[in-house]
């Protein structure tokens, strides 16, 4: 499969003046914002400011839902993909998402990696066999189900269920992960586990996180995007939005005036 792009560093994502409306209710404003390729950005900010929906646009999971739309411009390698033939399935092959709460379907822990990819690829058997051994392995969850991958994945710890997730969601060959909350249900190992595991991962994929948690934010992201009410306020190396942040909301929101 054609991923996305390849390029060694540089802006894999670039939006243009995006409006997103729930029906009539207008949840993103003007929001133009130049994602980089092999780092880790993150959209922070109070409840219902639009983050989850910014998110959501990026693999137009929306789609899937009457009555919500998009417009201006998302670009991906130069290509817009809220062009009306932008090909979804291959989308969301190229652009894969990770749920707050882990999403483990009821089969096995081999099954929950191998089926999307038997989806996209129709590919025999050996070579799916190796690609979930490698998705696995690339999760850091192989060594601890290499031999029970015929149990079902239900029966795994909540963080290894969302390392499972992330090794079903890389499996695809995707060039751009999308993490929602991911952290939000576990416990602080396994939240420490998944933060290195995104860390490695922004090495060879451009990876965008939802978070509520501040210090999660400061720990894992290379650019931090504070958005309010639907506008994307500032946007800016991590370090900088946390010690130096130039707009009053942001400096109130990173401080914990309110949120
Ligand atoms: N399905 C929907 N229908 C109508 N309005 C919606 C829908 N989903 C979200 N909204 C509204 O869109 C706005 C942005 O919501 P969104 O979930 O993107 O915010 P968020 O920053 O991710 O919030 P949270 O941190 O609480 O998850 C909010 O005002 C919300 O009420």
Redesign the pocket.
Known sequence: MARLGCIESGIKISIQNLDFF??T?Q??RHITLDIEDRSVTALV????????????CLNRLYDL?PG?HATGEILMDGKNILDPGTNLEQLRADVSMVFQASTVLPMSIFDNVALPIGVLFQAPRSDRERMVETALRDAAIWDEVKDILTTPAASLSGGQQQRLCIARAIGTGPAILLFD?PCSALDPISTAHIEALIGELAKRFCVVI?T?NMQQAARVADVTAF?YL?DLVEVGKTEQIFSNPKDPRTRDYVTGRFG
């Open positions: 729930y029906g209710t949840a993103l900010g109070p409840s219902g400011c639009g983050k989850s929906t910014l998110l959501r839902y919500q909350e939802v509520h958005m639907g």
